[in-house]
């Protein structure tokens, strides 16, 4: 069984963890990208895809207009807006993955440096903003007549402004929001009977004038309680009691880790046919600590280098480090349906923000987790054409690929006379393992249950494959898709199911039993791309409902 992690660091280098097998012979090659649109019309600074195969993509609205119009001559009016009253342009789309197409939607108030999740319902739910946004959750529905789905704004619906926020699906469906901007503290969605609660450790780690602990990492773990890292430290929070646990040790080099320092995290994939699952949580890149100082006096700083694994079930849990080839800061570390890490890389040089990166890095990275340590466990792939910087986004989609886009280093949009231009573009990275040369040993889904129960439920699909070895090199997973913005996928989580049984019923066609997840806690209600694995190649993904 193996397992890959996607991180996304800029746009340079992809990151895949491999995790129970040797490294498949097909991760020697270097993955192959494509250009899917020159502009878009916005920078993609959040992104998430939808159980329907659309993307949400948006920006912010106080920075001018967009190269998009908005249909049928609709404007924008917003009299608190800080730039344009009156906009006629998008500041959000929606991307269709089947028929490479877009159409823009409409957002009210402003939604800069926001964070989002789904409902386990489908829907989309984007928290707080800037402006007469921090306070307002907009959400998105998919419906089945696509041209009128559209954004509905809830004003002041959140207790407290959010701004650089992070969420979290809990087990009973709820959305849990930590930090933001001086915001100590987290509250629920829906809003539950205690409202606001402070968490005294979002204080202490923030670095006075620097911060470096916005857009905190959390995960939901198998025990129901919340990891959290912020800076260079992190927690364990029972959310339900407001109480702190346990605290883990700091991360080794007291580099921070989080906004502006901007590194990027992932929960490493969750194994069902473990006897005792063992979450583990891996931190890679950011900034030393007064590189953002110094990048404001035009010193860019090398980035950090290193990468580290924490087991936080374990007594006595310990950070493991290791070095990437390259430093990189504002990277996102993406799940992959072959339970890699894709770790797309941004600059190698300075920090997040305004003008404060540098050295743009364009070759995505292959990690592989279960080799021994002494062996090299990193593989560079092809590098994109394009220089990722900051403000851009990348996600997993249903058929393995990787959705990159947007790249804004500057207030405004800006083309021209710059160092690194506004990148409106959107292009996608192909893994190894779409290569056309595996695809005898593809699976491909025939059908499947629509739904799939907790508690070690049966779930059945069918499957085709040209060339069937043995049911040892099956596996089957599920993939939460991600809320991605700024260095950190929200939300993202992979879990290996157990297989309960293969049956041959025609020729190159079989049925394949599933136990569903065991419970809410390894994988929180709501749609997820299920996929077949065989001989360390992937299907497509299929969608089903959980819970």
Same mark, same amino acid.
């Given at each position: 069984?193996?397992?890959?992690?996607?991180?996304?660091?800029?746009?340079?280098?992809?990151?895949?963890?491999?995790?129970?097998?040797?490294?498949?012979?097909?991760?020697?090659?270097?993955?192959?990208?494509?250009?899917?649109?020159?502009?878009?019309?916005?920078?993609?600074?959040?992104?998430?895809?939808?159980?329907?195969?659309?993307?949400?993509?948006?920006?912010?609205?106080?920075?001018?207009?967009?190269?998009?119009?908005?249909?049928?001559?609709?404007?924008?009016?917003?009299?608190?807006?800080?730039?344009?009253?009156?906009?006629?342009?998008?500041?959000?789309?929606?991307?269709?993955?089947?028929?490479?197409?877009?159409?823009?939607?409409?957002?009210?108030?402003?939604?800069?440096?926001?964070?989002?999740?789904?409902?386990?319902?489908?829907?989309?739910?984007?928290?707080?903003?800037?402006?007469?946004?921090?306070?307002?959750?907009?959400?998105?529905?998919?419906?089945?007549?696509?041209?009128?789905?559209?954004?509905?704004?809830?004003?002041?619906?959140?207790?407290?402004?959010?701004?650089?926020?992070?969420?979290?699906?809990?087990?009973?469906?709820?959305?849990?929001?930590?930090?933001?901007?001086?915001?100590?503290?987290?509250?629920?969605?829906?809003?539950?009977?205690?409202?606001?609660?402070?968490?005294?450790?979002?204080?202490?780690?923030?670095?006075?004038?620097?911060?470096?602990?916005?857009?905190?990492? !959390?995960?939901?773990?198998?025990?129901?309680?919340?990891?959290?890292?912020?800076?260079?430290?992190?927690?364990?929070?029972?959310?339900?009691?407001?109480?702190?646990?346990?605290?883990?040790?700091?991360?080794?080099?007291?580099?921070?880790?989080?906004?502006?320092?901007?590194?990027?995290?992932?929960?490493?994939?969750?194994?069902?046919?473990?006897? %005792?699952?063992?979450?583990?949580?891996?931190?890679?890149?950011?900034?030393?600590?007064?590189?953002?100082?110094?990048?404001?006096?035009?010193?860019?700083?090398?980035?950090?280098?290193?990468?580290?694994?924490?087991?936080?079930?374990?007594?006595?849990?310990?950070?493991?480090?290791?070095?990437?080839?390259?430093?990189?800061?504002?990277?996102?570390? %993406?799940?992959?349906?072959?339970?890699?890490?894709?770790?797309?890389?941004?600059?190698?040089?300075?920090?997040?923000?305004?003008?404060?990166?540098?050295?743009?890095?364009?070759?995505?990275?292959?990690?592989?987790?279960?080799?021994?340590?002494?062996?090299?466990?990193?593989?560079?792939?092809?590098?994109?054409?394009?220089?990722?910087?900051?403000?851009?986004?990348? %996600?997993? !989609?249903?058929?393995?690929?990787?959705?990159?886009?947007?790249?804004?280093?500057?207030?405004?949009?800006?083309?021209?006379?710059?160092?690194?231009?506004?990148? !409106?573009?959107?292009?996608?990275?192909?893994?190894?393992?779409?290569?056309?040369?595996?695809?005898?040993?593809?699976?491909?889904?025939?059908?499947?249950?629509?739904?799939?129960?907790?508690?070690?439920?049966?779930?059945?699909?069918?499957?085709?494959?040209?060339?069937?070895?043995?049911?040892?090199?099956?596996?089957?997973?599920?993939?939460?898709?991600?809320?991605?913005?700024?260095?950190?996928?929200?939300?993202?989580?992979?879990?290996?199911?157990?297989?309960?049984?293969?049956?041959?019923?025609?020729?190159?066609?079989?049925?394949?039993?599933?136990?569903?997840?065991?419970?809410?806690?390894?994988?929180?209600?709501?749609?997820?791309?299920?996929?077949?694995?065989?001989?360390?190649?992937?299907?497509?993904?299929?969608?089903?409902?959980?819970?």
């Amino acid at each position: 069984m193996i397992k890959f992690l996607l991180f996304s660091l800029s746009f340079s280098h992809v990151f895949s963890i491999v995790a129970s097998q040797a490294l498949p012979s097909y991760l020697g090659r270097n993955g192959e990208w494509q250009l899917l649109h020159e502009s878009v019309g916005i920078s993609a600074m959040h992104m998430q895809l939808l159980h329907n195969n659309k993307v949400i993509i948006f920006d912010r609205t106080d920075f001018g207009p967009s190269n998009l119009s908005l249909p049928n001559g609709i404007c924008r009016v917003d009299s608190s807006d800080t730039m344009l009253q009156t906009d006629c342009t998008a500041h959000s789309i929606l991307y269709d993955i089947v028929t490479n197409g877009f159409r823009p939607l409409m957002i009210q108030t402003d939604t800069w440096r926001s964070s989002g999740a789904v409902l386990p319902n489908g829907t989309l739910v984007q928290t707080g903003g800037y402006n007469d946004g921090d306070r307002n959750i907009q959400s998105f529905t998919p419906c089945s007549d696509d041209e009128y789905c559209n954004w509905i704004e809830f004003p002041q619906s959140l207790i407290q402004r959010r701004w650089y926020a992070s969420n979290q699906v809990l087990p009973d469906g709820r959305i849990i929001i930590v930090g933001g901007r001086q915001q100590f503290n987290y509250e629920f969605y829906p809003s539950s009977w205690n409202g606001v609660i402070f968490l005294d450790f979002l204080m202490e780690t923030n670095d006075q004038g620097l911060e470096n602990n916005l857009y905190p990492f !959390l995960y939901l773990l198998p025990d129901g309680n919340l990891f959290i890292f912020a800076n260079t430290r992190s927690i364990l929070l029972d959310y339900n009691q407001n109480m702190v646990l346990k605290e883990f040790p700091k991360i080794p080099g007291d580099d921070p880790r989080n906004y502006p320092s901007s590194g990027s995290s992932v929960l490493l994939p969750l194994d069902e046919n473990d006897a %005792i699952i063992e979450p583990e949580i891996m931190v890679c890149g950011g900034a030393p600590r007064d590189s953002f100082i110094q990048a404001m006096q035009g010193n860019f700083i090398r980035a950090i280098s290193t990468c580290g694994r924490l087991k936080v079930s374990v007594p006595n849990p310990s950070w493991t480090m290791e070095d990437m080839p390259m430093a990189r800061v504002m990277g996102d570390m %993406i799940l992959l349906l072959f339970h890699n890490v894709n770790n797309f890389c941004r600059p190698e040089l300075g920090t997040a923000g305004w003008e404060l990166g540098r050295g743009p890095v364009t070759r995505p990275i292959i990690y592989r987790p279960s080799d021994d340590v002494s062996n090299w466990r990193f593989s560079v792939m092809s590098p994109s054409p394009r220089p990722r910087m900051h403000h851009s986004s990348a %996600i997993l !989609l249903t058929d393995g690929r990787i959705l990159v886009s947007g790249s804004n280093p500057h207030v405004y949009y800006n083309f021209t006379n710059v160092e690194y231009p506004t990148d !409106l573009s959107m292009e996608s990275f192909s893994p190894p393992y779409l290569s056309p040369e595996y695809d005898p040993i593809r699976p491909r889904i025939l059908s499947a249950d629509e739904k799939m129960g907790y508690g070690g439920k049966l779930f059945w699909l069918s499957f085709q494959v040209q060339a069937y070895l043995t049911a040892n090199v099956l596996s089957v997973t599920i993939v939460a898709p991600s809320f991605a913005t700024h260095s950190f996928s929200m939300n993202q989580r992979m879990v290996l199911l157990k297989i309960a049984g293969v049956t041959d019923i025609a020729p190159s066609t079989y049925n394949l039993v599933v136990a569903g997840p065991s419970r809410a806690e390894i994988a929180p209600p709501g749609y997820y791309m299920l996929f077949v694995v065989h001989a360390h190649v992937p299907s497509y993904g299929r969608w089903v409902k959980i819970g």
